[in-house]
C-alpha cells in the first residue's frame, strides 16, 4: 500500500494563497472522489478540513477549498493566516486495500 | 459533545502484545464505521484498520494483517485493537478515528494513546 505523494513543505506570507498536492494513482485518488484533507498542530490529533474532494465540515473556515484533476487532489488555503501554520495529510480510499492511504504529509510555514 | 478516549498504550518488548481500546460517547457508536490509525514519532499518519458498524467488516493494513485485530462492542460505545507478535516498527501514537461517512472521512479523533514497543 504506497502512500500518495505530497510535497514535504510549502510556504506563503499572510494574507497569500497556497495549494498542496496530493498524487495517487487510478486505484485511489483518480479513481474515486474519496479524498479528504487533515490539519494538524504539534502534539494534537488531527482534524479533518475536506472531505468528499471538496466538501467543508461544518466549523470549517471557508478559506480552505479542495480540487482533484485526474489523480491529483489539491487542498487550497487562501488568505493564509499564522493559524493555518501546521501540517497537513491527503487521504484516499484505495481499491488495493479496500480501505484508506494516507500522503506522507506537508508542512505549512506561514512566513 | 463527540469524544473519542484511548487506552491500553505503553512499553511492551518485541514479540509482545497489547490491546488498546477506545470509550465512545456524544454519538450513536453502532452506526459508524471505526477506524484505528498510527503515527511514528516524527512521521505521518497511517491508516491501520477499520471496522463495520456490526463487527461484520473488517479490513487491515498490509503492516498489521494477522497480528492486530479490531474488535467494538456496541453496548459498551467501545472499540478495540488487540496487537499481537509486537515490533520495533509498531512504535506510534495509536489514534481511534470515526468515518462519519463510511468513505474515508474521519470527522472525529481521540487524542491518542502511545505504544512503545523497545527491550
Known amino acids: 500500500q504506497s502512500a500518495l505523494t505530497q510535497p514535504t513543505s510549502v510556504s506563503g506570507s499572510p494574507g497569500q494563497s497556497i495549494t498542496i498536492s496530493c498524487t495517487g494513482t487510478?486505484?485511489?485518488?483518480?479513481?474515486?472522489?474519496?479524498v479528504s484533507w487533515y490539519q494538524q498542530h504539534p502534539g494534537k490529533a488531527p482534524k479533518l478540513m475536506i472531505y468528499?474532494?471538496?466538501n467543508r465540515p461544518s466549523g470549517v473556515s471557508n478559506r480552505f477549498s479542495g480540487s482533484k484533476s485526474g489523480n491529483t487532489a489539491s487542498l487550497t488555503i487562501s488568505g493564509l493566516q499564522a493559524e493555518d501554520e501546521a501540517d497537513y495529510y491527503c487521504?484516499?480510499?484505495?481499491?488495493?486495500?479496500?480501505?484508506?492511504?494516507f500522503g506522507g504529509g506537508t508542512k505549512l510555514t506561514v512566513l | 459533545q463527540v469524544q473519542l478516549v484511548e487506552s491500553g498504550g505503553g512499553l511492551v518488548k518485541p514479540g509482545g502484545s497489547l490491546r488498546l481500546s477506545c470509550a465512545a460517547s456524544?454519538?450513536?457508536?453502532?452506526?459508524?464505521?471505526m477506524n484505528w490509525i498510527r503515527q511514528a514519532p516524527g512521521k505521518g499518519l497511517e491508516w491501520v484498520s477499520y471496522?463495520?458498524?456490526?463487527?461484520?467488516?473488517?479490513n487491515y493494513a498490509d503492516s498489521v494483517k494477522g497480528r492486530f485485530t479490531i474488535s467494538r462492542d456496541n453496548s459498551k460505545n467501545s472499540l478495540y485493537l488487540q496487537m499481537n507478535s509486537l515490533r520495533a516498527e509498531d512504535t506510534a501514537v495509536y489514534y481511534c478515528?470515526?468515518?462519519?461517512?463510511?468513505?474515508?472521512?474521519?470527522?472525529?479523533w481521540g487524542q491518542g494513546t502511545l505504544v512503545t514497543v523497545s527491550s
Open positions: 456524544g454519538f450513536i457508536f453502532s452506526d459508524y464505521y
Open positions: 487521504s484516499s480510499y484505495t481499491s488495493s486495500s479496500r480501505f484508506s492511504v
Open positions: 471496522i463495520s458498524t456490526t463487527g461484520s467488516y473488517t
Open positions: 468528499g474532494v471538496s
Open positions: 487510478s486505484s485511489d485518488v483518480g479513481g474515486y472522489n474519496y
Open positions: 478515528a470515526r468515518d462519519f461517512d463510511s468513505n474515508n472521512s474521519f470527522d472525529y
